[in-house]
């Protein structure tokens, strides 16, 4: 499951815009057929940047939480990259947009947990 961190958007975005943002980066992502991703599987995440100087400026997206598969080759991952930086460019044609996708190997440490076991907590 890609999880896409967009940091130093410009500031006072609305729910509206930060929705068609959502919306456009799902679309690309799910877009890349290569990735077998669907649109339940993909999380947008807008963190709120601490420091407002020069927001807006330079946008960064980091996709993390990409499972390593043999189709997800090092063009796909490029692909990916440039396809979401340009949708959000589209968006906010004055800033640079920068992406940076990193592949996850989830024997590395991961967990999932949907609907916790009913016993989880209790003694």
Do not use: H
């Not at 290569?34 to 649109?39: D, P, Q, R």
């Not at 599987?41 to 400026?57: A, E, H, K, N």
């Not at 979401?84 to 592949?103: D, Q, S």
Request: proline share 7%; hydrophobic share 35%; glycine share 6%.
């Amino acid at each position: 499951m890609p999880v896409v961190k967009v940091w130093c958007l410009p500031p006072n975005q609305t729910e509206e815009n930060l929705k068609k943002l959502y919306e456009e980066i799902v679309r690309t992502v799910i877009g890349i057929k290569k990735l077998g991703i669907n649109k339940k599987s993909v999380t947008c995440l807008f963190p709120p940047d601490q420091m407002q100087y020069g927001l807006g400026d330079e946008i960064i997206i980091e996709i993390d939480g990409l499972f390593e598969k043999p189709e997800r080759t090092n063009s796909v991952r490029q692909q990916l990259a440039q396809q979401v930086a340009l949708c959000v460019k589209k968006l906010y044609k004055k800033a640079k947009v920068e992406c940076f996708v990193r592949t996850f190997d989830p024997a590395q440490g991961f967990c999932s947990i949907e609907n916790p076991p009913a016993r989880l907590g209790r003694r």
